[in-house]
């Protein structure tokens, strides 16, 4: 069999001397690999195929001769028309929208004056997945994606979320290309545990204590609890058996009839010891001196869901120097605005022997390397965004991948908000204060135009680990800020040295115990190192233009939400 061909042997022959390509672990040929190409198809008019996928829109035509089936595999945005004769097969049920089917056919050159450039005349109907019209909740009228987010799992079936998902993985790809070009090395970091990176409090816990108290509380309610008499009596019960085994032996009595009473001993004793295990059980969460115990719990301590994996990944990029992690990350606060979501998907590079400027220019390679990826590979998608929900998206595109970043400390990024005349910020801009959404789309919108870094952050406002300054006041930190989004990546050069780390963990008020390790990284064989973290969702709103972070990330979870 070809390395391209169809996977069985009837569809043997349909391939042989086929110019399509066929899908190697699916019996038919990818919409993309007809109406992709150069020619969007032409050449291939003559070709017989099979391919699969849902109905967009469908009509019947000719007063029910024939029927119109716009199809789409997921594989582009374009939709291949298709043709189905009433002789082939009953048309009624194939053209609601959202009806699944495999048709096999011939591709045609469709007359002229029509847009297609190709279409496929079927010769026999493979496979029917129907649609109850009056039931399917996605019809094909244009949708509010506000809408949609009540139906997450049907979703990926509309144009808008199709298109964000090829996005999204080519967005994926891309990461994984850049850095790996670089010579950065892949490690995944834990979901779960026990130190908060960012020092803010807003991780969720990770528990079985509840379920464990609810397991109990049940068991409790079917099996109520030996009493104090109950316990008395199995003791009881096992002092009898004990005394009648010594008294059998003092009677000389027979091995059977000894063996006997031993076991009858043993039930005895396994049922008081199982009585006093219970009688142990409480209702309820464990406690000890008026707090929670945790010893209890299921790690033996207090346990969270991961804000970031920069600290265990800094372990790596201590010993191999180039890392990057990309993963999930859970932040339990409650922000009900269009750029936070509660579990979203962070991008961490970490570089060791780099600071805070090699952490800069890697940021803004990787950034503008991402723009010219969907330039060049999600083109198609891009001018659906464009026509849909952004004029200027491509536009962006081509400026951020085209253009330096402006490069601004803090301190001159507040004197310039404090200059502003034509707008007036509901934040109060002064030093000290952390830049609101609005001074951050103002630097990038509309005074600068383009990305901006802004670094060299007070201390007071950002994180334990990042590096203090000469001047005490500021640390090694910066934030790329964009049109759309506001800020994209924040990162900073790490605070390598032990002393000052420890001082920062006092300073903050954080205990020292969970972050042992992660001082040992500067006690053995401490280095200059650097990182970042991009906010995967931010970089898809950043590039879509789409406004609301919830239609960007497959499955959203936010306050209150958390659907499949
Ligand atoms: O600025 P943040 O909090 O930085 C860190 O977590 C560092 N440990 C990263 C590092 O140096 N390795 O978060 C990084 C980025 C933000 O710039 C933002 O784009 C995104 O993560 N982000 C969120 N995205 C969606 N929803 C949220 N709730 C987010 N919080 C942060
Ligand atoms: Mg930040």
């Not at 009953?90 to 929208?97: K, Q, R």
């Not at 109850?132 to 009540?150: A, C, E, M, S, V």
């Not at 991961?306 to 922000?335: I, W």
């Not at 401490?526 to 969702?537: A, I, K, N, R, Y």
Request: hydrophobic share 40%.
């Amino acid at each position: 069999m070809a390395e391209d061909g169809p996977p069985t042997r009837e569809l043997e022959a349909m391939s042989l001397e086929s110019k399509v390509k066929w899908s190697k672990y699916s019996k038919r040929v990818l919409i993309k690999s007809i109406l992709g190409r150069g020619d969007g198809g032409v050449a291939l008019a003559g070709e017989k195929v099979i391919v699969g996928g849902w109905v967009k829109t469908g009509r019947e035509q000719g007063k029910g001769q024939f029927a119109f089936l716009e199809l789409n595999d997921g594989s582009c945005p374009a939709n291949l028309q298709v043709i189905v004769d009433s002789s082939v097969r009953a048309l009624g049920d194939l053209v609601p929208t959202g009806t699944c089917v495999v048709v096999q056919g011939e591709l045609k050159k469709p007359p002229e004056g029509t847009k297609q450039n190709v279409e496929l005349k079927v010769t026999d109907v493979l496979e029917v997945g129907s649609v109850d019209p009056i039931k399917y909740p996605i019809p094909k009228t244009k949708l509010r994606l506000d809408f949609l987010r009540d139906f997450v799992h049907l979703r990926p079936r509309t144009n808008t979320i199709s298109a964000i998902a090829r996005i999204r993985n080519a967005l994926a790809f891309a990461t994984h290309t850049f850095f790996q070009k670089h010579g950065f090395l892949y490690v995944q970091t834990p979901i779960i545990t026990t130190s908060d990176c960012e020092g803010a409090g807003e991780m969720f816990q990770v528990t079985t204590l509840f379920s464990e108290a609810e397991k109990v509380e049940k068991e409790l309610k079917e099996n109520p609890l030996p009493s104090d008499a109950d316990i008395e009596a199995a003791k009881l019960l096992v002092k009898e058996k004990g005394e009648l085994i010594s008294h059998l032996k003092s009677l000389k009595a027979s091995k059977e009839e000894i063996s006997a009473s031993v076991v009858e001993l043993t039930k005895a004793k396994e049922n008081l010891a199982k009585m006093e295990e219970r009688s142990k059980l409480t209702a309820g969460i464990p406690r000890k001196d008026g707090k929670v115990d945790y010893s209890h719990d299921f790690f033996a301590r207090q346990a969270f869901l991961t804000v970031s994996g920069q600290l265990q990944v800094e372990t790596f990029a201590c010993a191999l120097s180039s890392v990057y992690t990309f993963g999930p990350t859970f932040r339990a606060e409650n922000s009900h605005t269009s750029r936070h979501l509660a579990e979203f998907w962070m991008v961490e590079p970490e570089i060791a022997f780099a600071n805070l400027v090699d952490d800069m220019n890697c940021a803004e390679d990787y950034v503008r390397f991402l723009c010219q990826w969907l330039l060049d590979n999600c083109l198609d998608d891009m001018e659906f965004m464009v026509k849909n929900f952004d004029k200027t998206a491509i536009d962006r595109l081509k400026m951020v991948s085209s253009t330096p970043f402006k490069r601004i400390t803090y301190t001159e990024a507040i004197e310039l908000l404090k200059d502003v005349k034509d707008k007036a910020f509901e934040n109060k801009v002064e030093w000290g204060i952390d830049l609101a959404s609005e001074h951050e789309r103002y630097l990038t919108e509309v005074h600068f135009k383009k990305p901006v870094i802004v670094y060299n952050y007070p201390k007071k406002i950002k994180a334990f680990y990042m590096r203090v300054n000469e001047d005490n006041q500021t640390v090694a930190a910066m934030d790329v800020l964009v049109p759309k989004v506001g800020e994209l990546i924040g990162g900073s050069q790490r605070e390598e040295r032990y002393d000052n780390i420890v001082e920062r963990i006092n300073e903050m008020g954080l205990p020292i115990e969970p972050y042992e390790w992660y001082l040992d990284l500067r006690r053995y064989g401490t280095v200059t190192h650097s990182g970042f973290g991009l906010g995967f969702e931010r970089m898809i709103l950043f590039a879509t233009g789409l406004d609301n972070i919830r239609d960007v990330i497959p499955f959203p979870r936010y306050p209150g939400k958390a659907d499949l």
